[in-house]
């Protein structure tokens, strides 16, 4: 039998945590991820600080849950353009496309911003390593469903997805495209995914 009263427990903590984690990534992306203390995430929140280590036990804890969010954000992303009704070239074109306009508005907007991310890529390696993995496993279906489609020449889906990744990681990784961003001597996205893609084909 489901527990009613445990279910509403759930909730609220479910919503205390999303409270917190939305004040203090709005305070990180306002004053910076060093700058920014768990006394001021409560204070955001009219709540004591004891009260914000009852649901993360370290800025750390939340500043990782805030990062894992953006994480979910950029795999919905490949997941939304694998479902596309349209052709594979089309669908790994979305997902680049849609991939570097998140990376530049909501990560590169703001210097705060970008040190919240270097903070994340510097600490928690491992689990951008695993984000990139399951980008990488939607995408070799994707490319498996061009070749089986005669679209892309016949070869390994997995290795044609961590080359067709290499290839656009420009557009994809925060250090790279903050770098790339303003430089002239640089691919444009647009040729650069044109490129990946055409080497797909036969």
Known sequence: MIDLAELGMDSVRQENVTRILDSAEKLFRHYG??????????????????????????????????????????????????????????????????????????????????????????????????????????????????IEAGEFFEQDPVVASRCFGAATVNLCHPQMVAQCLTKENRASPDDLIEFAIRALKK
């Open 33 to 146: 991820y060093s700058k920014t203390t768990v006394a001021d995430i409560a204070r955001d929140l009219g709540m004591s600080t004891a009260n914000i280590y009852r649901f993360f036990a370290s800025k750390v804890e939340i500043h990782q849950a805030i990062c894992g969010r953006m994480l979910q954000q950029s795999y919905q992303i490949v997941v939304d353009a694998s479902r596309l009704q349209a052709s594979a070239s089309d669908r790994l074109r979305y997902y680049v496309q849609e991939q570097y306009k998140m990376t530049v508005e909501a990560m590169l907007d703001e210097q705060k911003v970008h040190e919240m991310i270097v903070v994340a890529i510097e600490r928690d390696w491992h689990v951008i390593e695993k984000h990139i993995d399951s980008v990488h496993d939607v995408i070799a279906e994707i490319i498996r469903q061009g």
